[in-house]
């Protein structure tokens, strides 16, 4: 191919592509094909449809745009640093190195502009699902007559391994039904992923399962060159009112690469310095030295800057108009805005009266919409489960998303995509989202909630029927080594609470913490509701654990440890082993990551660690209480799965009865 005159687009579109190849190329590591491939629908996308500023990246009625095929990661990288962002050529050359901004995948919390933390394949299109759903749910809030203060469009370039995964069926599916006219995919349609042809484990017919979903299905023949074409379907997406788009684009992995291109040799490692070359002379490149950017390019991606200042001050102004008329909804958006919470939120929760029983589910499904009365950002759903979560608002009626008007999302029996929107919503801003299923369906959303706790979302995971205490539904329903493998998760805080007031301040907790998630976890079953006068407070669960009785004589010879359920169970064995002179004190231990939290004195106060031998007793695997009950301690847990049967006779047969607990501790103590 001879160097053949460019236009201005062109030049641009390869400004990117060989910007690219150099990144990955010098730090000898990274994903050359997908930035070759898609750099033409990339290009036209930021340049010609999307409203963002990038000298201020968190300007709230932006469009957002997810990469959800993280690994191209240097697409991004160089829209963002093309186009003015805070990121510099020194980042771009110091792409996958210790420190910098530039990392592997994207990451939210590292690079100014990034959206979403992907590489995790399908995260992406679950996390812009849950940005538009976000949008909408501002839209109704906040728009009035006259004043559409929040009308942005959520876009997403997703590849062939993002649609091979499960949760972007999932999404996918519930985002037509919801009919989220303000989103798009761009399909990187290259028929290649990592191992070879896509076409080794992928021949569905990617285009029909999108109709069938209920999307707007655009093509583009020739993604590589025909910006036109690209330009012509983003116009037609953006026509569109009533339902997501998908643009199949028709690209080559490692476009330009002469001898890799169309293969999955240009996936995921350097071109190789050689073929660098020859793909800059493909390209018809003139510049030789590496990470060159004609001038003239530069001028064309920086007027992004200029436009980015009109669209945002044009945006300012029209608020300014709003907040005259309407100065309270202003101040709540700018409270929202900065993530505080209105004044007195939390003043009229319920209380428990102790003699009762109640499932920490209901009592938490009460707290819930308590604090929802207060805090119209609290939206969410269940997947399908509602009715056993107890989790909808009961004056939230159901989410539209062509209005956005309604509180309760019912995200259908799709665990995964739920998380993965939730995450979106999150990463939006402006919305505080929770999300309910069975605790054992907690391994169904794991990919999304390490996420939410990698990138301190603070997303509240609602986990209900928490143990073996939930009975008859068996084994496959009875959660085991769920506690401790989210307690393994870093970030992620879990909350068990013992009963009903401690649900109240488990919800508490959950609106307080915001630098990262939270999993509620609550019984199915009904625990008596501790009676706080005899008893230490339930508003002590803030510090994770407590003293929630003392030994008669302030001397404990064993100190009983447990959360939820078995905080009860603990209870009772106190009043048998004190009654045989044994004394004894009762910790509720709600949250190990609350109690790691506190000062170190308060922990030993808690936890004295010489003296008293321990005892855990948590429906759950044994792996991990050493660390609280040490070398000489024990547990009262649960290393198999559970039965079909009763509650309360699962939990008698497999050890969590008065007689059990008493006859460990006794046994301890010898
Ligand atoms: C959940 C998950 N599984 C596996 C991978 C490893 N991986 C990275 S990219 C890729 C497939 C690449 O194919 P495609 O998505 O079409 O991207 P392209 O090669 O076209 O850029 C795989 C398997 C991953 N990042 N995430
Ligand atoms: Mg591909």
Redesign the pocket.
């Known amino acids: 191919m001879s160097p053949v005159r460019k236009s201005l687009d062109e030049l641009c579109v390869d400004t990117i592509r060989t910007l690219a190849i150099d990144a990955v190329q010098k730090a000898e590591s990274g994903?050359p094909?997908?930035p070759l491939g898609a750099a033409p629908m990339a290009y036209v996308l930021w340049q010609r449809h999307l409203k963002h500023n990038p000298r201020d990246p968190k300007w709230a009625d932006r469009d957002r745009f997810v990469l959800s095929?993280g690994?191209?990661c240097m697409l991004l990288y160089c829209l963002l640093h093309l186009t003015g962002y805070d990121l510099t050529m020194e980042d771009l050359k110091s792409f996958r190195q210790w420190g910098s901004k530039t990392p592997g995948h994207p990451e939210w919390l590292v690079t100014p502009g990034v959206e979403a933390t992907t590489?995790?394949?399908?995260q992406g299109t679950a996390n812009a699902i849950g940005m538009a759903i976000a949008e909408r749910a501002l839209a109704a809030r906040f728009n009035r007559p006259g004043h559409d203060i929040v009308n942005h469009r959520t876009f997403a370039i997703v590849?062939?391994?993002?649609l091979m995964?499960g949760i972007s069926g999932e999404a996918s599916s519930l985002a037509g039904h919801l009919k989220l006219g303000k989103l798009t995919f761009l399909y990187?349609a290259?028929q290649?992923?990592?191992d070879g042809p896509?076409s080794l484990a992928f021949s569905e017919d990617v285009a029909r399962r999108y109709e069938a979903y209920g999307w707007q299905v655009l093509k583009v023949e020739d993604g590589n060159t025909d910006l036109d074409a690209i330009d012509e379907a983003l116009k037609r997406a953006q026509l569109e009112q009533s339902r997501p788009t998908i643009i199949l684009v028709r690209t080559t992995?490692g476009y330009g690469s002469p001898n890799k291109a169309g293969t999955s040799e240009a996936?995921?490692s350097p071109l190789g310095k050689e073929e660098v070359a020859l793909t800059r002379k493909a390209l018809g490149w003139e510049w030789e030295e590496p990470f060159f950017v004609p001038p003239v390019a530069l001028d064309n991606f920086r007027t992004a800057v200029r436009r980015g200042a009109d669209l945002q001050s044009d945006w300012e102004r029209r608020f300014a108009g709003y907040e005259k008329s309407f100065p309270e909804l202003a101040a709540e958006w700018r409270r929202r805005g900065r993530g505080d919470l209105p004044d007195s939120w939390d003043a009229d929760l319920p209380v428990f009266q102790a003699g009762e029983k109640e499932a920490t589910r209901t009592a938490a499904g009460k707290v819930e919409n308590a604090i929802a009365a207060k805090l119209p950002e609290l939206l969410g759903g269940d997947a399908d489960l509602g009715v056993s979560t107890n989790t909808p608002l009961k004056e939230g009626g159901n989410f539209d998303g062509q209005t956005g008007a309604g509180r309760n999302l019912h995200f259908g029996v799709r665990e995964h995509a739920m998380a993965g929107i939730a995450n979106g919503m999150a990463y939006h801003g402006g919305v505080r989202p929770f999300v309910a299923t069975f605790f054992c369906f907690s391994d169904y959303m794991r990919p999304s909630v390490r996420l939410a706790a990698l990138n301190e979302l603070p997303v509240i995971f609602v986990w209900t029927h928490d143990s073996i205490g939930l009975g008859e539904d068996g084994p496959t329903h009875q959660p085991v080594e769920h506690l401790m493998s989210l307690r393994a998760m870093p970030g992620f805080t879990v909350i068990r609470p013992a009963d009903a007031g401690e649900a109240r301040e488990a919800w508490r907790a959950a609106i307080l913490h915001r630098d990262g998630p939270v999993g509620l976890v609550l019984s199915r079953q009904k625990l008596p509701v501790i009676d706080r006068r005899k008893y230490a407070a339930a508003d002590n669960l803030s510090k994770g654990a407590y003293v929630l009785a003392e030994a008669s004589g302030g001397a404990p010879r064993v100190v009983l440890i447990a959360s939820g359920s078995e905080v009860a169970l603990a209870l009772e064995a106190r009043d048998s082993l004190e009654g045989e002179g044994i004394a004894t004190r009762v910790v509720s231990m709600p949250s190990w990551e609350l109690f790691e939290r506190q000062p170190r004195e308060y922990r030993e106060e808690v936890l004295p660690p010489s003296g008293p031998v321990r005892l855990a007793i948590e429906a759950g695997v044994s792996l991990g209480w050493k660390k609280y009950v040490g070398d000489w301690g024990d547990s009262v847990s649960l290393d198999r799965y559970g039965a079909s049967a009763p509650g309360e006779e699962v939990l008698e047969e497999l050890g969590f009865s008065v007689d059990n607990v008493v006859r460990r501790a006794r046994r301890l103590i010898e």
């Open positions: 994903h094909g997908l095929a690994h191209g590489g995790p394949l399908g590849s062939d391994g993002d995964e990187d290259n290649v992923t990592l896509a992995l996936h995921g």
